[in-house]
């Protein structure tokens, strides 16, 4: 992946890759974009497994772009090649009003896989409430390109299928509780 996002800085003007030093959870890596940009009118946050239809970019640009200067659009969910569900919010696009007005995302969700459903619980509940807008000629796919269905990244604890992916979970969520012991025993030494 790394070596597909150093090549985009040859076909496109002004990429930027963010690196951490910690793998981050998707939510610190979409908090990471919207501060290391604070002057954007807008971004797009995408999962990791999908892909963008050809001539989509240029059309959700044409959206955001005018959606920010007039306040028409606050967040744009993508159309997609099939019906995902609940997975809608795998790419969205967020004005800068629009994340003002909702904060950054909970970084408490580690590594992954419900911070897309709190981010909609929180945005539903606003007030006034944020209107997502489905852009329909803003076409992504999800998934290998051969599949038709939504097929989730999460895993249930213990899942023998996903003995890897618990394994992985479980690494992560042991270095993450080290990190906050270690920080919050920190803190008490300051005081």
């Given at each position: ?16 890759i ?8 998707v939510?610190e ?8 940009f ?15 239809m050809?001539?989509?970019l ?42 003002n007005r909702?904060?950054l995302?909970?970084?408490?969700i ?11 619980l ?11 807008k ?5 076409v ?12 989730t ?17 479980r ?5 993450r ?7 919050q ?5 300051a005081?």
């Amino acid at each position: 992946m790394w070596y597909e996002l150093e090549h985009l800085k040859d076909y496109a003007e002004n990429v930027v890759i963010i690196t951490c030093t910690d793998p981050p959870s998707v939510a610190e890596g979409w908090n990471a974009v919207f501060q290391a940009f604070p002057d954007e009118p807008w971004g797009v946050y995408c999962a990791r497994d999908t892909a963008w239809m050809p001539g989509s970019l240029q059309k959700l640009a044409g959206h955001m772009w005018g959606g920010a200067g007039n306040g028409s659009i606050e967040l744009a969910l993508m159309n997609w090649t099939f019906n995902i569900g609940g997975g809608l919010y795998n790419a969205f696009a967020m004005t800068r009003s629009a994340v003002n007005r909702f904060g950054l995302f909970d970084e408490n969700i580690y590594p992954a896989f419900y911070e897309d459903n709190d981010f909609q619980l929180r945005q539903a509940r606003m007030q006034p409430p944020m209107q997502p807008k489905v852009l329909g000629d803003v076409v992504m796919h999800h998934g290998k390109p051969h599949e038709s269905a939504y097929l989730t990244g999460m895993a249930t604890p213990d899942d023998p299928n996903h003995t890897p992916l618990d394994d992985k979970m479980r690494s992560h969520m042991s270095h993450r509780a080290k990190g906050l012991a270690q920080s919050q025993a920190t803190d008490q030494v300051a005081q």
